[in-house]
């Protein structure tokens, strides 16, 4: 079994500042993770994942996302906020072994003010 | 390349009408998925496929069917249109790699049942 859970529908920051969306997961065995990003009417975009290996994980539009196993979580983060990060913010989990379909949370929307 | 295409981008139906949601990807991909995204569900998967001939149900996979002819086309057909189908659909795919890989996402088709 695998879910995922995005604790907050919607993050507030001001542009410049730095931001987190939160993704908690559960798995029974090794988790893949995924950040996606859906931008108004249009299809979802890859940002990062993790897969093994170095718990940090960087990946487009200077977003990085850390896994921490023991909190089993993959914030996403990013040091200094844009307006146009604007969007809404999916996770994903799926675990390894298991179904190739991986399951989404919610969404989180992200809204940077100027 | 142009990647996944859905079409249509918008449509209207009457309440009892059927209709076939097209999805094309010219990657190559092994596996192609249709999720639903709802405001507050985030996406749910309706049906999946791991390759031509193979298709294989979701979470909400009642009121529509799929095929897999080819490798290329993933379409999906509502029999009876109900307005609780009123939704925003779209079409993944992603190549076999035991799920090691991130979907690539199709545009999106919003569809209103009246």
Request: glycine share 10%; net charge neutral.
């Amino acid at each position: 079994a695998q879910s995922v859970a995005q604790p907050e529908d919607q993050v507030n920051v001001a542009e410049g500042n730095p931001l987190t969306v939160k993704c908690t997961y559960s798995v029974s065995g090794n988790p893949y993770l995924f950040w996606y990003v859906q931008y108004p009417n249009r299809g979802l975009q890859f940002l990062l994942k993790y897969i093994t290996g170095d718990n940090l994980v960087k990946g487009s539009y200077g977003f990085e996302a850390e896994f921490n196993k023991s909190q089993t979580s993959f914030h996403l983060k990013k040091p200094s906020a844009l307006v146009s990060d604007s969007a809404l913010y999916f996770c994903a989990v799926r675990v390894a072994g298991g179904s190739y379909i991986p399951t989404f949370g919610r969404g989180t929307s992200l809204i940077v003010h100027p | 390349n142009a990647g996944v295409t859905q079409t249509p981008k918008f449509q209207v139906l009457k309440t009892g009408q059927s209709m076939t949601l097209q999805c094309a990807q010219d990657m190559n991909h092994e596996y192609m998925s249709w999720y639903r995204q709802d405001p507050g569900m985030g996406l749910r998967l309706i049906h999946y496929s791991v390759g031509a001939g193979i298709t294989d149900q979701g979470e909400v996979p009642n009121g529509y069917n799929v095929s897999r002819s080819t490798t290329e086309d993933f379409p999906l057909r509502l029999l009876s249109a109900a307005p609780s189908q009123t939704s925003v659909y779209f079409c993944a795919s992603s190549p076999r790699d035991r799920g090691l890989v991130e979907q690539y996402f199709g545009p999106g088709t919003r569809l209103t049942v009246t």
